[in-house]
């Protein structure tokens, strides 16, 4: 907000001089008396005419401290606010510019010889995420994973405003432990199944829940999550995401499959329709 200008006005009076009527013969002492009456007056409507300008003045100045120390508060209440939290993000629109990828020693879902593979970099709370999972996966499986033309490699990025994604990240980690690609892709599925998202969608106790109804040792389970043994495997996934531009989930690279495990990917952002994976990858297995 602009500060307004303030501009002090001041009012000004002048005396008024009355021409005394001098009679033709007035005695000597008449005359001094008249003329020192005058004077009086004249002195009086002087001071009565300073007295009131000053007073302007002195009134204005005070108005315009008062206002101008209002303003400063104001400015002052509006720099001490808290900054307002960023909006989640939202669903952004494909890039298809290039990136160089690696698939680290992620889960492999499907056949780890497909010609291409498509690398995810999600969040098991992003709600994007998860209509990915509903409306996207289940094609791509069908007519890419299943078929042997890709292969899909899951990337943890849990976002800092999603409070459960960290550990439920964890907890498919612990899981492969157990079971390797086959059990963590079914705790996957639990978890985008079971979650309402946005960062507590599914209860942290329901984990070992998962884990037991897949046949895994919950006692075991449990005390992989407790020691944090995937933190930093976790932390690493997000670190190369990053690096490789990534910077809201779901992001996804799909290029051609290399025997050092990095692709040069097509970037696609977004919980976006199956239509545009379909595009890339039919492009890209042309090719």
């Known amino acids: 907000m602009e500060p307004h200008n303030e501009h002090a006005h001041h009012s000004h009076h002048e005396a008024a001089k009355e021409d005394a009527g001098k009679p033709e013969s007035e005695p000597s002492h008449v005359k001094k008396t008249a003329v020192d009456k ?5 002195s009086g409507a002087i ?17 315009l ?13 509006k720099n ?6 960023p909006a989640a993000p939202t669903a952004a629109q494909p890039d298809a510019g290039p990136a160089q990828v690696s698939q680290d020693n992620d889960p492999v879902l499907g056949d780890k010889n497909a010609p291409l593979t498509i ?12 209509r990915s999972f509903t409306d996207v996966l289940p094609n791509l499986k069908k007519d890419y994973i299943d078929t042997g033309k890709a292969k899909l490699v899951y990337r943890d990025f849990p976002l800092s ?37 946005n960062g507590t969608g599914l209860a942290l106790d329901q984990l ?13 389970f449990q005390q992989c999550l407790d020691s944090a043994k995937f933190k930093d495997e976790v932390a690493k996934d997000t670190a190369d995401g990053a690096a490789a531009g990534v910077s809201g989930t779901p992001t996804w690279f799909i290029g051609k499959s290399a025997s050092n495990g990095t692709i ?24």
């Open 119 to 130: 690398i995810e970099f999600s969040d098991y709370e992003c709600p994007f995420c998860k």
């Open 38 to 42: 005058q004077a009086y007056l004249l």
């Open 161 to 197: 405003f999603h409070q459960n994604a960290q550990k439920e990240a964890e907890a498919a980690e612990c899981a492969r432990t157990q079971g390797g690609d086959a059990v963590y892709y079914k705790f996957h599925d639990q978890i985008f199944t079971k979650t309402t998202s």
């Open 65 to 77: 401290i008062s206002k101008s120390s209002a303003l400063a508060g104001i400015v002052q209440q």
């Open 80 to 85: 001490n606010q808290a900054p307002q939290a």
């Open 208 to 220: 070992p829940v998962i884990a037991k109804s897949l046949g895994l040792n919950a006692s075991q």
């Open 264 to 287: 040069t990917g097509t970037r696609v952002v977004g919980a976006q329709p199956y239509a545009a994976f379909k595009t890339i990858i039919d492009q890209q297995l042309a090719n």
């Open 47 to 63: 001071i009565l005419s300073s007295l009131i300008i000053a007073g302007s003045i002195t009134y204005s100045g005070k108005m």
